[in-house]
Every structure is written in C-alpha cells, then in structure tokens.
C-alpha cells in the first residue's frame, strides 16, 4: 500500500507540479489549499507525511504545524518562500522534519520525502546492511567496512555511503545525496556533499577512486575496484 502525502498548498499550480511528481513515484496524495482544511484532512486521510506551505489563508503554517505536532509526531517537511534564518529556526524549532526554500525543484522535494519518510521508520524499507564492491555499509551499526577494515567515519559520511551503496554504479545528484543527509547538514548547501566526499576519498586512500565524479551531475559508487 502507498504512503498518502499531504499536499498542503494554496498555489494551486505548484500544488499541481508536486502532486504529479509525487504520484508518478507511486505516493497517494490529499491536498489542502488552507490551514483549517489541511487539519481537517490531517484527521481524516491519516497521512504519512505532510508538505506544508508557511503562507496560508486561514491560518499559517506554522500554527497547523503546532497543532499537529500537539497531538502526533508526524513528518513535516515546510515550503516556504521565506529565508530569514528567524523563520527556518521557529519552522524546525515546533517540530518541523526539513525545511525547503522556494523556488525549488520538485525532484528535490521528492527526495526529501523519501529521506524523512526513511528516518520515521515508514514508507520506504531498506536493507541495513549493502555491498559495493570492496566497500560494506552498515546502516543499523553505522559502521563502514573496506575489505572487511573498518573506516573512522562519520555518520553523515556513513549516510551518504548508503544512499550511493543501494544502487552501485548509478549517478546520485548532489541534491539527492544532501536529502539523504537529513538534517545533519541543514543550512547548507550542495558543497557540503562535496565536502564529504573529499573527507571519504582520504579515508578510502588507494580506493578513492570508487568513488566517481560525474560531472555535472554528481557522484556514483563503483562496485568493482
């Protein structure tokens, strides 16, 4: 059964491009163009993740906000136009899960479903344990082996790993992979994928090359080497 998102969005063409982006990954979706309907359809459709709009008729988004996070620990992800630091800190201090600036690329978006549906424990299974090549990644321990040797890594670097590690040889974006950081690196932005990166390079010493540079797209995983 698929997870039902819930669109909530009084720009009725964004709304629109997300509701097809999100469907055409196979999510159910509900949409709500004002606070009070967004409540309502939040108790009714039992959503697994809501995408909340900051600037809403009726009430604002970080009211319903408020009010669903009284009651539930369901994901929020909010869509915003504003970026003052004030907002994004009030937005993720009443429980926001992520937190995503407009304009913004509805692939984008969807990843980050993806992403905080996968760090509630819903929506999207995945293994514990992948395999590329010479490298293990071991989500549940958060540990990095390379040829059975464990590596001194991080837990962003052990994130970024996995999410390159389920699908060795295919090219993640740096958009992708930040999703897939969560909110370890909030604030930042694709140079930070960058940064890690160079960071696993080093540590990987003489199999650095395992992990690929694809320019202007993003990086893969070899699984040979």
């Known amino acids: ?37 967004a409540l ?13 709009d900051l600037m809403l008729p009726g009430m604002d988004g970080l009211e319903v906000a408020r009010r669903v996070r009284a009651e539930s620990n369901l994901p929020i992800i909010m869509l915003t136009a504003r970026d003052e630091e004030v907002d994004r800190l009030v937005g993720l201090g009443i429980g926001a899960d992520d937190y995503v600036v407009k304009p913004y690329s509805p692939r984008e978006v969807v990843a980050r479903v993806r992403a905080v549906l996968r760090r509630a424990g819903g929506g999207v299974d995945a293994p514990t344990l992948l395999h590329a090549g010479p490298l293990s990644v071991d989500t549940a321990a958060f540990e990095v082996r390379l040829d059975g040797t464990p590596l001194e890594v991080t837990v962003a670097e052990v994130r970024l790993l996995a999410a390159l590690a389920r699908e060795p040889g295919v090219v993640r974006s740096r958009t992708e992979l930040l999703a897939a950081l969560g909110g370890l690196d909030r604030g930042t932005d694709e140079r930070a994928v960058d940064a890690h990166v160079k960071n696993l390079r080093r540590k990987l010493g003489e199999r650095e090359h395992l992990l690929d540079t694809v320019r202007g797209v993003g990086y893969r995983l070899k699984s040979e080497g």
């Open 40 to 52: 309502e359809l939040w108790r009714s459709a039992r959503p697994a993740l809501m995408l909340l």
């Open 1 to 37: 059964m698929s997870s039902t998102i819930l669109i909530v969005e009084d720009e009725v063409r964004l709304a629109d491009i997300l509701e097809e982006y999100l469907r055409r990954e196979g999510f159910h979706t509900e949409r709500a163009a004002t606070g009070p309907r």
